[in-house]
Structures are given as structure tokens and as C-alpha cells.
């Protein structure tokens, strides 16, 4: 079992900045990614950025060369840094945390954390 729990999002004008943690615990030893999901109203829950054991990160396009996604060296917290943030840009995130085991795929959710940016 790994439990998630988001911290950091709020309210930002359009350009601004935020920055995104995610607190791990639990079988963390056992995950073979983490990563950002955000939803935004009326919209599916999309991928945002992930990170592999190995530091391996894939963004998706919309935030390339904005947002970027870490993890500290213990593996216990994740990090979104988003810089230019665009009124698109608002949802809920939610931190991901993918467990492999044998041929069974496990997704952890944390409960969400909200992002607004005003124009």
C-alpha cells in the first residue's frame, strides 16, 4: 500500500509560479513511477508529468519548458514546479504513484490539490 498526499496548490495569476509536493509513504520501495495528473472541469483526467525509478521524466506537450517534475533522492516526495502558468493551466492535480507487480498494474491517487490561474 502507498498512501499520496498533495500540498501546495492555490491561487496565481496568469505567468506566475507554484510549486507542487506530494508525500509518499508506505511501500515506496516497490514503485516504478510517480506522477501528475490534473483534471480540469468537464474534462478527463489527463497525464501532466511522470518520473521513473530510474529519473526517467516524460511531460506532456502542453507544459514542456514550463513544468518540471522531481523526486528527492529518499523517494518519498515529488515535486511539480510550474513557472508561465496559463488560465488552462487550471484543474485539480493529483499526484500518481504506479506499482508493478508481476503482470498486475497498481495506480495510488492522492486526493487532489487546486490550481487557479486567474487572466
Known amino acids: 500500500q502507498v498512501q499520496l498526499v498533495e500540498s501546495g496548490g492555490g491561487l496565481v495569476q496568469a505567468g506566475g509560479s507554484l510549486r507542487l509536493s506530494c508525500a509518499a509513504s508506505?511501500?515506496?520501495?516497490?514503485?516504478?513511477?510517480m506522477g501528475w495528473y490534473r483534471q480540469a472541469p468537464g474534462k478527463q483526467r489527463e497525464l501532466v508529468a511522470s518520473?521513473?525509478?530510474?529519473?526517467?521524466?516524460n511531460y506532456a506537450d502542453s507544459v514542456k519548458g514550463r513544468f518540471t517534475i522531481s523526486r528527492d533522492n529518499a523517494g518519498n516526495m515529488l515535486y511539480l514546479q510550474m513557472n508561465s502558468l496559463k488560465p488552462d493551466d487550471t484543474a485539480v492535480y493529483y499526484c500518481?504513484?504506479?506499482?508493478?507487480?508481476?503482470?498486475?498494474?497498481?495506480?495510488?491517487w492522492g486526493q487532489g490539490t487546486q490550481v487557479t490561474v486567474s487572466s
Open positions: 518520473i521513473t525509478s530510474t529519473g526517467i521524466t
Open positions: 500518481n504513484a504506479l506499482q508493478i507487480v508481476t503482470i498486475a498494474r497498481v495506480n495510488y
Open positions: 508506505g511501500s515506496i520501495f516497490s514503485l516504478t513511477s
